[in-house]
């Protein structure tokens, strides 16, 4: 059995950790509301978390926002044949999310740490489409949910400098809310909203991080994250899927 220490070995300790997130990543969506349907783009996602961790339970309130003006290149979709077909999207895509896990075992004599818990994410995913160059003619689409989610931990600590860390969260109930769709011109479709349990609604997010210790209250990571769902409602349905690998920098300090 390791030494106390919810996340590593070396945290037996109580203490906040502050970190700053800006990297590369890709996002897409379909809805079947939404013509043309399927949109896929290049993404900047910019962020931050706060940690708060004891010797055996982790706490982790995380932000991370996505817009298309911080997009590589725009948003394309099935139909896009040429240069002026490119701007007939724009979106923001915003995620908030608390974690909590509990140191649970080691597994066997491999230094792997498992810690299990729960997530609270709320996710929304807005986006305005252009069709003829003009927005006075732009309608818009979207989904916000709000999902409750089982999730373990993995971690790997080597030489107190080096710290890997794998991460899932399956979500087993999500509150759904869909917009009209027009948020700009409107239109006959009315707001959906509902409960939607897993078997129905399907979504997962899966992260895989490193992090090296500078020194004793700075690190330097590489972080990469999933988050995929898939939500039926009555005749529509929306999916979203982000993928994202950002530079973190983590300011370890205590209070």
């Given at each position: 059995m390791r030494a106390a220490g919810q996340g590593f070995p070396s945290d037996t300790s109580?203490?906040?950790?502050?970190?700053?997130?800006?990297g590369y990543g890709s996002i897409a969506s379909y809805d079947n509301f939404g013509s043309p349907l399927p949109y896929s783009g290049v993404t900047v996602p910019i962020g931050g978390e706060i940690e708060y961790i004891t010797p055996n339970v982790r706490h982790l309130f995380s932000v991370v926002g996505i817009t298309s003006v911080g997009n590589?290149?725009?948003l394309t979709n099935q139909y896009s044949d040429n240069a002026t077909d490119y701007n007939n999207a724009s979106y923001a895509f915003a995620d908030v999310r608390y974690r909590f896990t509990h140191y649970?075992?080691?597994l066997g004599?491999?230094?792997?740490?498992?810690?299990?818990?729960?997530?609270?994410?709320?996710?929304?995913f807005i986006r305005g489409y252009n069709y003829e160059e003009d927005f006075?003619?732009?309608?818009?689409?979207?989904?916000?949910?709000?999902?409750?989610?089982?999730?373990?931990?993995?971690?790997?600590?080597?030489?107190?400098?080096?710290?890997?860390?794998?991460?899932v969260s399956l979500p087993i109930v999500a509150f759904v809310l869909r917009p009209?769709?027009?948020?700009?011109?409107?239109?006959?479709?009315?707001?959906e909203e509902g409960f939607e349990p897993i078997g129905t609604m399907?979504?997962?997010?899966?992260?895989?991080?490193?992090?090296?210790?500078?020194?004793?209250?700075?690190?330097?990571?590489?972080?990469?994250?999933?988050?995929?769902?898939?939500?039926?409602?009555?005749?529509?349905?929306?999916?979203?899927?982000?993928?994202?690998?950002?530079?973190?920098?983590?300011?370890r300090f205590n209070l």
């Open positions: 109580h203490h906040f950790r502050l970190t700053a997130l800006v590589a290149t725009n649970l075992t080691d004599s491999t230094g792997i740490h498992l810690s299990i818990g729960g997530e609270w994410d709320n996710v929304a006075n003619t732009e309608s818009g689409s979207g989904e916000f949910s709000s999902s409750l989610a089982v999730a373990a931990d993995l971690t790997y600590e080597r030489e107190n400098i080096h710290f890997f860390t794998a991460s009209a769709y027009g948020l700009t011109s409107g239109n006959n479709y009315e707001l399907w979504s997962w997010r899966i992260g895989i991080d490193y992090d090296y210790q500078l020194s004793s209250v700075l690190l330097l990571g590489l972080h990469f994250e999933e988050l995929y769902y898939n939500y039926p409602m009555q005749l529509w349905r929306g999916v979203g899927a982000e993928n994202d690998l950002t530079i973190a920098g983590t300011w």
